[in-house]
């Protein structure tokens, strides 16, 4: 009897741990992929393709700074994609707006693969485009 109640305990545990990551893949791409913020070029490339699988329709080109820029629209999510000929190349930086009760900020997470410097050029570019967004919420 007791082998059959660890056996409910164990599956029950298993439909609500299968149930979550169903609920978080549906809720849309997640923001922070990676444990840390260095990544190689292969982790790169892979969740480059996840976000473009899943809003290639909001997709915009910004050709001169190399950039590659997808949105969605559900989750208030924008990922900025550095291309070939971008300093910081490869990196991205992905940002979320977050809404507590009347105030709101943005969260931004960057990751790279290349050199410190140039990612934290542009990690700093992206706070100060977030600020003059927060000015116009």
């Known amino acids: ?45 892979t969740y480059f393709y996840k976000v473009q699988n899943l809003h290639g329709d909001s997709v915009q080109q910004a050709r001169p700074q190399h950039l590659v ?36 900020s943005i969260r931004q997470v960057g990751y790279f693969a290349g050199d410190d410097a140039p990612f934290m050029a542009f990690f700093q570019e992206q706070l100060e485009l977030n600020k003059k967004i927060d000015q116009n919420l």
């Open 69 to 104: 820029i997808f949105k969605d629209r559900e989750t208030v999510t924008t990922w900025t994609f550095t291309q070939l000929g971008h300093p910081a190349h490869p990196s991205w930086i992905a940002r979320r707006l977050i809404v507590n009760g009347d105030a709101s």
């Open 1 to 45: 009897m007791r082998k059959i109640g660890f056996l409910i305990i164990r599956l029950s545990f298993a439909f609500v741990v299968g149930t979550l990551i169903n609920i978080s893949m549906a809720l849309g791409q997640e923001l922070e992929p990676f444990p840390t913020n260095r990544i190689t070029e292969s982790q790169w490339q």
